[in-house]
């Protein structure tokens, strides 16, 4: 960075997000800058995005951005004042603190008397898999001729192909003035740094009759087989040319591993403990009378015997953001609810347990020996599902949701796919589809991108999961789109 600190500081090339030398030198200026006592909080987030996107064959954006953002909190008093900037010069560091402690002085939190705890655990942050030095150095110029492998499969055939690749990286470290250099409490954050690659495309005919999709995720870009994703989405494009119409009912369904994963979305939002013992949620089992209290579906078998969905951080395929006391988990073991996650203050008062429990984040679904040839080959009638879009959640305690088709949709008849069909929306609980499992294939990663790394602190949530072939799966109505 810049030595100069009366002017604007922007990351160079060979800096594109905060070291964590740079995070330390910043808090320290932050924190010599706030005037009288209290204690100062700076949470320190940078991040780098270099895409390309092409549509028609024809690149349509190729940027190279990066951003800085810094929260400043202040505690004066019983107040406490927060300011976010993106400026490193010490003109703009020096007015987001004063602007922090006004705010703090204007805004008084009511006391009340912290609930008597014990002391936290040792904080434990096990090393995940979520930095790729290969995602790092990926430049425009490896970008442009990945994209152009990507183009000339789908243009050779006379077909319309549009997509995107994506390489980002960020790092985040959150400090308090009062264990700079020292211990970091468990809220505090040391410096972490992740990459994501990102490949998706769609390839059409040029009469609009036919798409295929293909996409792939992975903090590694050495992992993502570019060519293969192009030749899976044309043939995907091909196949389903000139769909016809098919009558909405309950069909035989052949999930692709990415259409499982898009399901089981809505499952990982409800993964929560406390839901089920208000009266709510699909984990909710009944109120006890007797006790006076709502009973959860813990210990209960509610998934297919088959399927165990579990997540360790230390899988080198599963990465995600480090958080204290990260631990193995296994959610559903042979079909039977076995966590949900928790906060401290819960685990304290229920459960006599001096630690929360993180949400469902990243995951790894069990499979089984089939492939989706074998699939095909033993159903008499049933659906070949590339992936849905659109999914919304329309009851929460059934996790009843609708969604669409998208990308290629076959009929199979006798053990073949006789025909590409139209797009059918699909009115169904994931929880019925995996509780109605004929068979279950080998999982493989899948296509879960970074959306935007400032949403939410929980950048990466890869999953690998199986295509799975299940029973009577309800589907509504037809859509025109393709």
């Given amino acids: 960075m810049s030595a100069r600190s009366d002017r604007l500081i922007r990351l160079s090339d060979d800096a594109r997000i905060l070291s964590e030398q740079d995070c330390e030198s910043l808090a320290k200026r932050v924190f010599a800058l706030a005037s009288g006592p209290g204690e100062t909080f700076i949470n320190v987030m940078s991040w780098w995005n270099g895409e390309l996107r092409w549509a028609r064959n024809r690149t349509s954006l190729a940027s190279d951005r990066r951003d800085i953002r810094i929260d400043i909190v202040r505690e004066v008093g019983v107040g406490r004042g927060q300011v976010t900037t993106n400026q490193l010069d010490d003109v703009s560091l020096e007015s987001a603190v004063r602007a922090a402690e006004r705010t703090a002085v204007l805004s008084p939190m009511p006391h009340r008397p912290l609930p008597v705890q014990p002391p936290f655990p040792k904080v434990d942050r096990p090393k995940t898999a979520i930095w790729s030095d290969a995602t790092y150095a990926v ?22 192909s549009a997509g995107y690749l994506e390489m980002r990286a960020g790092s985040r470290a959150m400090m308090s003035s009062k264990r700079l250099g020292g211990t970091p409490a468990p809220w505090d954050v040391p410096w972490t740094a992740w990459t994501q690659a990102q490949c998706s495309m769609t390839v059409r005919d040029k009469e609009g009759s036919g798409s295929g999709w293909a996409g792939l995720s992975s903090y590694d870009w050495t992992k993502i087989d570019a060519p293969a994703l192009a030749s899976r989405a044309l043939e995907k494009c091909i196949a389903s040319q000139h769909p016809v119409a098919l009558e909405p009912g309950r069909y035989t369904v052949i999930l692709e591993p990415q259409a499982v994963a898009e399901m089981i979305a809505i499952i990982e939002t409800s993964m929560y403990r406390e839901v089920p013992e208000l009266g709510d949620g699909p984990w909710v089992l009944g109120h006890d009378d007797v006790i006076g209290l709502w009973r959860s579906k813990l210990g209960l078998k509610v998934l297919d015997e088959r399927i165990t969905i579990h997540h360790d951080p230390t899988d080198p395929l599963l990465g995600i953001f480090p958080e204290p006391w990260m631990e ?66 329309l009851d929460g305690k059934s996790l009843l949701s609708t969604g669409l088709t998208r990308d290629g949709l076959w009929l199979i008849e006798h053990g073949k796919i006789s025909k590409a069909v139209k797009n059918l929306r699909f009115t169904e609980s994931p929880l019925f589809a995996l509780n109605s499992v004929d068979q279950l294939g080998e999982p493989v990663p899948v296509f879960r991108p970074v959306k935007n790394p400032y949403e939410s602190e929980r950048p990466l949530m890869p999953a690998i999961v199986p295509p799975i072939k299940s029973r009577d799966f309800s589907f509504t109505s037809t859509i025109d789109a393709i």
Avoid: C, Q
């Fill in 139 to 160: 430049t425009p110029e490896v970008r442009g001729e990945a994209a152009r492998a990507l183009i000339e499969p789908a243009e050779g055939k006379g077909m319309y």
């Fill in 328 to 393: 193995p988990l296994t959610w559903f073991d042979k079909g039977v609810l076995t966590n949900l996650a928790f906060t401290r203050d819960y685990a304290l008062e229920k459960l006599n347990v001096n630690s929360a429990r993180r949400p469902l984040t990243g995951y790894r679904m069990s499979g089984g020996p089939t492939s989706i040839e074998e699939m095909i080959s033993t159903t008499t009638r049933g659906l070949l599902v590339s992936h849905f879009s659109n999914i919304r959640l």
